[in-house]
């Protein structure tokens, strides 16, 4: 999978080598971690850990370039790298992980490098299904976020079929971006409000950002505590820029197949140094937004009841209409 990927640029001389080793594509992998690391991961723990953490997983073209190989097998490279990532998260104590796998602005690419990256998405997708038992195992709840409307029938499916099976796990989440970009992201919430207001669902006193936010593709998750970009890319590309307003950020001249464990424990440290700043900046916001719902135009008890209530009622009218196109999806049915 491929997220945005920055400019061409020269890379490290202490990159490590391609990996002699060819594992089985999967999604979910057993530890490869030695004694060392987990004496590491023990030190770490003694810390705050970041429960949610977000990578936009840049380089993988010019790690194709540097190894003198197709850009299709820097993308599969790119994911094995993903899925050793995810193990490393688990074994750190990270629940949630949000990664940047195919941005809608990938679509101006070349026609043969798109038509590349949705048959691999084709390609992993199916594996994921076919792994459901691991990750039903691991209780793995996985979520694709993004506009969907932009992909095949297909490749909907697929995902609508992950989405249903793993929805009940509770013990991590993985959220990939697949067709995603924050702007869409932004524009759907607000199309959803505008219309639950043009038809009555809603009253204009009725919107506000924790509203908006809760009608966010990512409204089941809770702002990353911990961004890493990878690639020497000092940039969000349009990504989850509405959640990201107390998040530490990470920035490494690492290509994303490069990336180690160490990168991670690394980065892991540095959210551990820092992180008392966003706090504080998150604190500060709160004191100027406080509890949404609590405030109301009238200022009587009865008219904020009503409020809650109807945001309530609406907010579920928006879950059930979700979980019944993907039970369309699924079915091969598409969306009316």
Not at 95 to 103: D, I, L, P
Not at 278 to 291: I, N, Y
Request: proline share 4%.
């Amino acid at each position: 999978m491929a997220p945005v990927e920055g400019p061409s640029s020269s890379c490290s001389p202490t990159s490590s080598p391609i990996p002699s080793t060819v594992v089985p594509a999967t999604w979910v992998r057993e530890s490869n971690l030695l004694w060392y690391h987990r004496w590491v991961i023990r030190v770490l723990k003694a810390g705050p850990i970041p429960t949610h953490v977000a990578f936009i997983m840049d380089g993988n073209r010019r790690y194709a370039k540097k190894a003198n190989i197709a850009k299709a097998e820097g993308h599969s490279a790119g994911f094995e790298k993903l899925s050793e990532t995810l193990q490393w998260c688990l074994e750190v104590g990270i629940s949630e992980v949000t990664v940047y796998a195919f941005s809608i602005e990938n679509f101006k690419r070349t026609q043969d490098e798109v038509d590349t990256l949705m048959n691999l998405a084709r390609e992993k997708f199916q594996r994921l299904l076919a792994e459901r038992d691991k990750l039903h195992e691991r209780g793995i709840c996985i979520r694709i976020i993004g506009n969907w409307d932009l992909l095949a029938p297909d490749i909907q499916r697929s995902i609508a079929e992950a989405v249903l099976l793993t929805r009940h796990n509770r013990k991590a989440t993985l959220n990939v971006a697949f067709a995603y970009t924050s702007r869409d992201e932004i524009t759907h919430s607000i199309r959803t409000v505008a219309e639950a207001v043009g038809n009555g669902k809603l009253e204009p006193e009725d919107v506000s950002e924790e509203l908006l936010t809760r009608c966010l593709y990512t409204k089941y998750s809770a702002e990353p505590d911990l961004l890493v970009r990878t690639s020497g890319e000092v940039r969000l590309s349009d990504f989850l820029l509405w959640q990201s307003t107390t998040t530490v950020m990470y920035f490494t001249e690492t290509l994303w197949p490069e990336f180690t464990i160490w990168h991670l424990l690394g980065a892991v440290f540095y959210y551990q140094r820092v992180r008392w700043r966003m706090q504080d900046v998150r604190r500060a916001l709160d004191r100027f937004t406080g509890e949404p719902y609590a405030r109301c135009t009238d200022g009587t008890a009865e008219a904020s009841g009503k409020r809650k209530e109807r945001i309530g009622r609406f907010l579920e009218y928006v879950e059930q209409r979700e979980e019944h196109q993907l039970i369309q999806l699924a079915r091969g049915m598409g969306v009316q």
